[in-house]
């Protein structure tokens, strides 16, 4: 079993940055495929980054590319999304999510029912 702990949140002006960390537990970031989705209120679920198990590979919605990046520190086995150039459409609560590789490494998960383990979610506002 997998838990997955998110921390950085908070309210930030538009055009400020935050930082989102994952931690996990019973698995190690490398040993994962993880995500950062965001849904905000009466929207569905959205992909915002992922990464693949194997670190070479990034996803980004299109709306966060050149602002946002996915990484992963393994010495702290955590997971991070740099947010930069806020906006307030950034507005959300942000979930990281992981599942297993299933045969490639490489591969990166954009669908929302292909991750198992999900955290309880962060609140991002950006006010304008």
């Known amino acids: 079993q997998v838990q997955l702990v998110e921390s950085g949140g908070g309210l930030v002006q538009a055009g400020g940055s935050l930082s989102l960390s994952c931690a996990p537990s019973?698995?190690?970031?490398?040993?994962?495929?993880m995500g950062w989705f965001r849904q905000a209120p009466g929207k569905e679920r959205e992909i915002v980054a992922a990464?693949?198990?194997?670190?070479?590979?990034?996803y980004y919605a299109d709306s966060v590319k050149g602002r946002f990046t996915i990484s992963r520190d393994g010495d702290k086995n955590t997971l991070y999304l740099q947010m930069n150039s806020l906006k307030p459409e950034d507005t959300a609560d942000y979930f990281c999510?992981?599942?297993?590789?299933?045969?490639?490494?490489?591969?990166?998960?954009?669908?929302?029912?292909?991750?198992?383990?999900w955290g309880q979610g962060t609140q991002v506002t950006v006010s304008s």
């Open positions: 019973g698995r190690t970031v490398s040993r994962l495929a």
């Open positions: 990464l693949s198990q194997s670190g070479y590979n990034t």
């Open positions: 999510a992981a599942r297993l590789s299933d045969y490639n490494a490489d591969d990166y998960y954009t669908d929302h029912w292909l991750y198992r383990y």
